[in-house]
């Protein structure tokens, strides 16, 4: 298992959820939510800032593909999202597989009481630890880094 904090990251239309795990790489924890930029890279600039202030190595994001498998819209706005992300994060960016995160987050905050309404923006900070923490878990059993890599040096 390498060592560093990663953070997950959760793309939604018009949220990021954000997470970060320990520097042993075994808990995911939620972080924050970002506003997702309509024009410009402020939403970017934002991760980036909290990728230093925890010393970040990486960037895991997730993939939303079909249940079958498939790319769907969801999906290419993920790319697109963490493509700028490698070029302008200054850390690798790695792709995961993200089926089921959000409604899972759903169900387990509404498990505790929280309605989706008033949950939104913790709901993509869940989605974005289910995501991280699934990569940690399949690095820990395979010792392989999850995922796919992205340049940093961009599209």
Same mark, same amino acid.
């Given at each position: 298992?390498?060592r560093?904090?990663r953070?997950?990251v *959760?793309?939604?239309? /018009?949220?990021i959820g954000?997470a970060?795990?320990?520097? %042993?790489g075994?808990? =995911?924890t939620p972080? $924050?939510t970002v506003a997702r930029?309509?024009?410009?890279d402020?939403?970017?600039?934002e991760?980036r800032?909290?990728? *230093?202030e925890a010393d /970040?190595?990486?960037?895991?994001?997730g993939?939303?593909? %079909?249940m079958s498998? =498939?790319?769907?819209? $969801?999906t290419?706005?993920a790319?697109?999202?963490a493509?700028r992300?490698?070029a302008a994060?200054?850390?690798?960016?790695?792709?995961v597989?993200?089926r089921?995160?959000?409604?899972t987050?759903?169900?387990a905050l509404?498990?505790?009481?929280?309605n989706?309404?008033?949950?939104?923006?913790?709901?993509d900070?869940?989605?974005a630890?289910?995501i991280?923490?699934?990569?940690?878990?399949s690095e820990?059993a395979?010792g392989?880094?999850?995922?796919?890599?992205l340049?940093t040096?961009?599209?």
């Amino acid at each position: 298992m390498r060592r560093g904090v990663r953070i997950g990251v *959760d793309v939604g239309k /018009a949220r990021i959820g954000l997470a970060r795990c320990d520097p %042993s790489g075994m808990l =995911a924890t939620p972080l $924050s939510t970002v506003a997702r930029a309509a024009t410009g890279d402020a939403d970017l600039a934002e991760i980036r800032v909290a990728a *230093d202030e925890a010393d /970040a190595i990486e960037f895991v994001v997730g993939l939303p593909l %079909s249940m079958s498998g =498939a790319r769907t819209p $969801s999906t290419e706005d993920a790319v697109a999202f963490a493509e700028r992300l490698a070029a302008a994060g200054g850390r690798p960016v790695r792709l995961v597989d993200e089926r089921l995160s959000t409604v899972t987050a759903q169900a387990a905050l509404h498990r505790s009481g929280r309605n989706t309404r008033s949950s939104r923006s913790v709901i993509d900070q869940v989605a974005a630890v289910i995501i991280l923490q699934h990569a940690l878990d399949s690095e820990r059993a395979g010792g392989l880094a999850p995922g796919s890599v992205l340049s940093t040096e961009g599209p």
